[in-house]
Structures are given as C-alpha cells and as structure tokens.
C-alpha cells in the first residue's frame, strides 16, 4: 500500500496513477491517547488505517498525481536519523574529494549516527529552498526507512519487526565546515517521497536500485546492496542510542555522485518499487 499527504493535508491512497482521498479514515480515528506523545498519529494508527483501506468500496475518484502536491508522507517523526559514509562507492569519493568532504575522519562506526531536525522536512511537491546561495548545496539520494512502533535496544535479527515502512530521501546538505546538524537541517533540506510505501511491497529492502538526476542528467545511481551498515543493524545500533518512535525516519546513507544542485533545477529522484519523485529546487 502506497499512502500520501497532499495540498492542505489530504491523506491519500495512491493508486492507478492517481490519488483516492482517503481523509475520512483518518478523521475517524480515535483521539490520541497522549496528546504530547513522541509518535507520528498516522504512522501508530498505520494497522486501522489499512484494514480501512480494505474496506473501501470499488469505483473510488482518482485525482491524477499531476494535480496534486503531495507533502512528506509523515508529518511529525520526532527524529530524522541520518548514517553518514554508508556506501562503499561514496568513502572512495569522498576520499578523493576536497577539504570539505574530509573533517570527519574514519567509517561510521567512528562517526556515529547524526540527526536533522524534524522541521527541515518537506513533500516531493514542496521542493526545496536554496539558503546560502554562494555555497554549495548537495543532493544525497537516500533509503528512508519509516519505524512502525516504539523501540529501545531493539534486536537486530527482530529489526525490520519496527519498520512500517519506505520511502525515497533526500539528505539535502549545504557543504561547509560546521556542525552536521547546522548544514542538514536547514528548511527544505529534508525531502521525503513520494509516498509511504508500507514494508509489505517492499520484500528485499537490501537490494533495491535507485537512481537522481538533475536536468535529465544521471547523478547518481547504485543499489541498497552497497550499503556498509546494513538496516537492521542501523535500527538495531540507533535504537541503544535513541528510543525509537512510530514515524522516527531513518535516511539509511547515499552512494557516489553527490553534487551540487542551483535555484531553477530539477531533481528526478528514483527507487525500485516505490516510484518516482519531481522535486523543484528555487
Ligand atoms: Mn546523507
């Protein structure tokens, strides 16, 4: 199942190339246990919101995708975890990079995990704001992995048990000398997208191709295989550090081909079985 949110906060059920205005189920859901609770109420309602789905009747409007502007598919993660050099293909260029690529020494297990603040995140259709336009912005294409349920010292063979599900991520990073936090959590800086594609579509989460092009040209392109800390172990490591939350994001690292990306550009961001995003950067 594919779910969205789209124009003023529409949750949809994508489908048949198009968007089924699926709000009422969620307005119909019970009232939040904790109205200050840590988690995502779509993300930990996910289970009432698909058996909903299954009892939707045939025949349903779809508004075409075109038409809509589809917003980041959880809207309150209270964290957006991030693995820094996590692909083979990407260590070799950053090692052959310039000074900005190297402050940080060793793999990352010396360098640990990082966060992005929560604010920073956006839709596919909200496309991504320039903040220093004399410096450069990267794009990092990423697997986002969507935790399902909370979690601490989480094992990591019971691992994909907390995933929910996948989307496709774009780790947006100003280069530069300061703090991770500061250049990776700027507004706009954190694109996720299209849609939730739940874990159930998505049967080898460590084999999945992907691809980014600027302009109609191929940036980057690998495969969730050439990851050096796999998922499991990411949820499994991430979970002893920070309990885990329904809608906590993991952007799992990117592969080789970061670049720079310029008011006006047009990114075409791609992964195996969850479809495609345009994102506009201005
Ligand atoms: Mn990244």
Known sequence: ??????????????????????????SQLPAAADPFSMSDYLIENLEIIKAGVAQLDAGQSITPLEAVTLLSPVLRPSK???????????????????????????????QGLFLKASSSLVGA??????????????????????????????????????????????????????????RKSIDTY????????????????????????????????????????????????ASTIYTLYPGDVIMTGTSAGVGPVYPGDIIIAKMQHMGEMTVKVR
């Open 80 to 110: 957006i975890i991030g693995a820094p050099v996590n692909y083979h293909d990407h260590i070799s260029e950053a090692k052959n990079a310039t000074a900005v690529f190297k402050q940080y020494e060793g793999g990352i297990e010396d």
């Open 1 to 26: 199942m594919k779910l969205c949110w789209f124009n003023d906060r529409r949750l949809g059920l994508v489908q048949d190339g198009g968007i089924v205005d699926i709000t009422s189920l969620f």
């Open 125 to 182: 259709g909200e496309g991504i704001e320039i903040h220093f336009p004399n410096r450069p912005t990267h794009h990092e294409i990423e697997l986002a992995v969507i935790i399902g349920k909370p979690g601490k010292n989480i094992p990591r063979e019971q691992a994909f048990d907390y995933v929910a599900g996948y989307a496709i991520a774009l780790d947006m990073t100003l280069r530069g000398n300061e703090d991770r936090s500061f």
């Open 190 to 237: 954190s694109v996720l997208g299209p849609w939730l594609t739940t874990a159930d579509e998505i049967p080898t989460p460590q084999a999945l191709d992907f691809s980014l092009e600027v302009n109609g040209e191929l940036r980057q392109r690998s495969n969730s295989s050439d990851m050096i800390m796999k998922i499991d172990q990411q949820i499994a490591w």
